[in-house]
Structure formats: C-alpha cells, structure tokens
C-alpha cells in the first residue's frame, strides 16, 4: 500500500515514491535477485558516503519486503536542475574508480543479459509479432559476446548502470544514484553507458570528446568498443519488457528499439525513459 500523500516519481526499472512526511525516497525494486541487490546497493553506498564520495545516502539501512517487492528508503535530495552531462558523470566515474582497497563484500558483475533473458520469460505478452523469437536470439548472441571479450582495464568496483539519467544536480552539488547493480567487473561497462547515451540519445561530439579526456581513456579506442555498446542496448530492454503491460509508451519505446535493432540501425535516436 503507498502511503498518504505519497508522490510518484518514475516508474522504470524502479518505481520511485517521494514521502513527505518522512522526508524520505522509496524505491520499490521487483527485478532478479532483488533483495540481495538493493542490500548490497545500500552498503555500497554508506561506506562511499563516508569515503567523501557524492552519492545519494541511505535513510534505512536494509531493505524490507513488502507484498512480494523489495523497498529501501533513502534520503531525499532536491534537484536544482535538470542534466545529464557526459563530462559531469566522466568525472564521478574516474573518482568511483580509483578506489582500490575497498572494504565492501562486492558481487561479481553477472552476465548483462541476463535480467532481459528473465524478462523475456516472465513477460512473453509484452512484444508483437516475432520480436519476442528475435530477441532471444539476440541475446544469445550478446551472451557469447560477452564472455569472450578481452578488456583493457582492470577490473574493480562499478556502478554497474552508469548514465548520465541517473545524475542528481542537488544543492550538495551533482550526485550519482541509482546503484541496484553496483559489483565487481569491468571498468569498461561503467564507461560504454557515454558512448551508449551519445549514439541514441544525441549530444554534442565534444560532451564525448571532453569526458574521454577527463576520465583520461577514450573507450572508442578499444576494438571491442560496438560489440560492448550491442550488449548495453540489449540489456536496457529488460525495464521496458517488465513494464511493457502497465505502460503503453513502454510497449511502443520496446517496439521500436526493437525494430532499428533487427535493421541493424545503429544511428535511429531513442526515446529516454524520462519521455517514454
């Protein structure tokens, strides 16, 4: 039940509720694995937090369960300003990264996959046609992909779903949440989610050009650089089949990344979650 007074945030991979009587931030999280993801995401979180490190703060320690959905309450930060830099979130990713002994029992980061493969199971009324036949090949292939690639950085902590939508600009100044796949693994699936943004949410080539130099390493430089982008897109389809029932935009959006990605059209621009 959502509380009196309760405002909706977003509804995507989470469903987000703003409670003013507490102050406080609800995330509703029904994905694979939920609970040992938001518990990992809320003590990644506290030791960054007192690392310095400008993350969204925890308000509860664990998560609860409730009617069969995992809830964690967090603080609430007011924005001052919408934005999603590529440079901004360059810079947090570089900070993020440089931690090396970090005390936090971190899951290793699991095929990306694999909650779309979930999805697609728990969800066949969500396509039309023969998309459904397609995307589980895809996926397959992307699987494959993954596990035979060769990446140049050392693995380490990641955010795990690191674009430039999950950027807070507070009066603390810009903060990254969203932390639901935080883990262990490659530097580089932190990285491909720029690349990622600028093909199908277009920004201008020097945003990329800026964020290569501050992070000091240009992942398009990296042979492997579109097959990893071809993954990314793939796994982002897992929100919009899971909510695809409840939301017809989610539905059309899911159609339509479908149909460039059998046209092989790696240039059509896509709807953000935010306007889908």
């Known amino acids: 039940m959502v509380p009196d007074g309760a405002r909706l945030l ?24 939920g609970w040992n993801r938001v518990a990992a995401s809320l003590a990644a979180t506290r030791w960054l937090a007192r690392q310095g490190f400008p993350t969204v703060r925890p308000k509860v320690s664990l998560p ?12 609430y930060e007011e924005t001052v300003k919408a934005g999603r830099s590529l440079t901004a979130l360059a810079d947090l990713l570089r900070e993020l990264h440089s931690y090396q002994d970090v005390s936090l029992e971190l899951s290793p980061m699991p095929d990306p996959v694999l909650g779309t493969a979930h999805a697609l199971q728990e969800h066949p009324g969500a396509f039309d046609g023969d998309d459904r036949d397609w995307l589980a090949s895809e996926i397959s292939v992307c699987g494959q992909r993954w596990n035979t690639m060769r990446f140049r950085l050392r693995a380490g902590l990641i955010h795990g779903d690191a ?11 810009v903060l990254l949440g969203d932390w ?13 989610q720029a690349v990622y943004f600028h093909r199908r949410f277009p920004a201008p080539r020097d945003d990329l050009d800026a964020a290569a130099r501050i992070y000091d390493w240009d992942l398009r430089t990296w042979p492997e650089v579109n097959d990893l982008i071809g993954i990314r897109e793939v796994s982002g389809l897992g ?20 149909k460039t990605l059998r046209e092989r059209d790696t240039t059509a621009p896509w709807n953000s979650p935010s306007h889908s």
């Open 10 to 33: 977003r509804m995507h991979s989470n469903t987000v509720f703003y409670l003013p009587a507490s102050n406080a931030v609800a995330r509703i999280n029904t994905g694979l694995d």
């Open 64 to 75: 609860v369960v409730h009617d069969g959905v995992v809830v964690s309450f967090w603080e």
């Open 163 to 173: 674009h430039p939508n999950n950027l807070l600009y507070t009066r603390r100044g």
């Open 180 to 192: 639901d796949h935080v883990g262990y693994g490659p530097r580089e699936w932190d990285l491909v």
């Open 239 to 258: 929100s919009y089949i899971r909510t695809a029932a409840a939301k017809p935009s989610a539905r059309t959006e899911l159609a339509y990344r479908i």
